[in-house]
């Protein structure tokens, strides 16, 4: 059944669109599906981290499907919202002509899911018990 509405598109930024915008993405597709299109991307992409989709995976969400790219593949596609997730992203966030909004909702990285790399080069990573996932859902709600 068509009701004619579109879906609101959001779009979760961050630096290497590895891990927390990732999570973004799938807990809204998960969550808000029906009425939200969830997008994410990066400025810096950096692969998927395989810690992000295990422990969504422990949530019986399936994020094993999406890949980490760049914001400019994402061109063309008026967002409602862009969520930056990252001071680095929020700093380097392209400008969105139109109806977008942007918002900052900066999360702390923890440090054992830093990868070895010199910190200017380092992707965002999140705060997350594998339990729970506290660093989206508390972040979300």
């Known amino acids: 059944m068509d009701t004619g509405a579109e879906k609101l598109k959001v779009l979760f ?6 891990c927390r915008s990732q999570m973004a993405e799938g807990w809204t597709r998960h969550l808000k599906g029906d009425v ?7 400025v810096e992409p950096h692969g998927m981290n395989l810690r992000a989709v ?26 409602d919202y862009v969520i930056t997730l990252c001071d680095q ?3 380097s966030c392209p400008f ?9 909702k900066g999360l702390t ?3 054992s ?11 965002c990573s999140i705060t997350a018990s594998s339990r729970r996932n506290q660093g989206i859902c508390g972040k979300t709600s």
Request: contains cysteine; glycine residues 8%; aromatic residues 6%.
């Open 13 to 18: 930024l961050c630096t290497g669109n590895s």
């Open 36 to 42: 939200i299109a969830a997008y994410s991307a990066g």
């Open 54 to 79: 295990k422990v969504m995976a422990e949530a019986a969400v399936d994020i094993s499907g999406q890949a980490s790219k760049h914001i400019d593949t994402l061109q063309g596609i008026e967002f």
């Open 89 to 91: 992203a929020n700093e």
């Open 96 to 104: 969105f002509p139109g109806k977008t909004r942007r918002l900052h």
């Open 109 to 111: 990285i923890h440090p």
């Open 113 to 123: 899911w830093r990868p070895a790399v010199p910190p200017k080069k380092r992707p």
